[in-house]
T-cell receptor, first 114, second 113 residues
C-alpha cells in the first residue's frame, strides 16, 4: 500500500523568505502526486499536480514542486512567501492504474510571520 | 470557484441525535468521497462512490452511512451521534479519471456534546 510522509508538521518563516515543504512517498508502483492547500475553516484546494513529463511542476500562487523518482520525493517550494500563504499544506498520492483513492500525508502547517 | 457544496458548515448536536451531512456537486462528476479530518492528522477516507447506487467503505472504519441516489448528491448520515464523532467532514468529487484531482467542499465541522 502507498503512504505519504510529510517530514515537517510545522514550518514558521518570515515574509518574503523562501520556503520548502517536504514530502516523501512510498509505493511499489508508479503514482500521481498532488499538493493541496487548506486555509482556516475551508476545504482543500488543489495547488499543483504531477502526472507525467517534466519533473518540475508549477502551480497556483507562485508555488512549484519537483518530482524526484529516485528519492521518491515531491517537495513544494516558493521563492518568496506572503502572509496570505499561511495555511495547512497536504501532499497526496494516487496509484497509477489502481485504486482511484487519494492518500494524504498528515499535513504541514506553514506560518508566515511579518 | 468550487462547485461542490456542503451543509451545514458548523453543527453542534447532542448525543444520540440522528444527523445528515449534505454534499452536492454541479460538475457531473461520477466519483464522490467523504473524508474525516481531525486536527493535526491526515485526512482519512471513510466512504466513496463511483456512481449512482454504488457506495463503498473507505480505509477508516466509520459508523456513518452514505447513499448515492442521484449523481450530484452524496449525503452522510449518523444514526446516533456520539462525542467520538466530533470531527471535520470533507466531501470531494472527481471526474471519471481521478488523476485530474479532487474538488473539495468547504467541510462540515461537527461537534457532539
Amino acid at each position: 500500500a502507498q503512504s505519504v510522509t510529510q517530514l515537517d508538521s510545522q514550518v514558521p518563516v518570515f515574509e518574503e523568505a523562501p520556503v520548502e515543504l517536504r514530502c516523501n512517498y512510498s509505493s511499489s508502483v508508479s503514482v500521481y502526486l498532488f499538493w493541496y492547500v487548506q486555509y482556516p475553516n475551508q476545504g482543500l484546494q488543489l495547488l499543483l499536480k504531477y502526472l507525467s513529463g517534466s519533473t518540475l511542476v508549477k502551480g497556483i500562487n507562485g508555488f512549484e514542486a519537483e518530482f524526484n523518482k529516485s528519492q521518491t520525493s515531491f517537495h513544494l517550494r516558493k521563492p518568496s512567501v506572503h502572509i496570505s500563504d499561511t495555511a495547512e499544506y497536504f501532499c497526496a498520492v494516487l496509484l497509477q492504474g489502481g485504486s482511484e483513492k487519494l492518500v494524504f500525508g498528515k499535513g504541514t502547517k506553514l506560518t508566515v510571520n511579518p | 470557484e468550487a462547485d461542490i457544496y456542503q451543509t451545514p458548515r458548523y453543527l453542534v448536536i447532542g448525543t444520540g441525535k440522528k444527523i445528515t451531512l449534505e454534499c452536492s456537486q454541479t460538475m457531473g462528476h461520477d466519483k464522490m468521497y467523504w473524508y474525516q479530518q481531525d486536527p493535526g492528522m491526515e485526512l482519512h477516507l471513510i466512504h466513496y462512490s463511483y456512481g449512482v447506487n454504488s457506495t463503498e467503505k473507505g480505509d477508516l472504519s466509520s459508523e456513518s452511512t452514505v447513499s448515492r441516489i442521484r449523481t450530484e448528491h452524496f449525503p452522510l448520515t449518523l444514526e446516533s451521534a456520539r462525542p467520538s464523532h466530533t470531527s471535520q467532514y470533507l466531501c470531494a468529487s472527481s471526474e471519471h479519471r481521478a488523476n485530474y484531482g479532487y474538488t473539495f467542499g468547504s467541510g462540515t465541522r461537527l461537534t457532539v456534546v
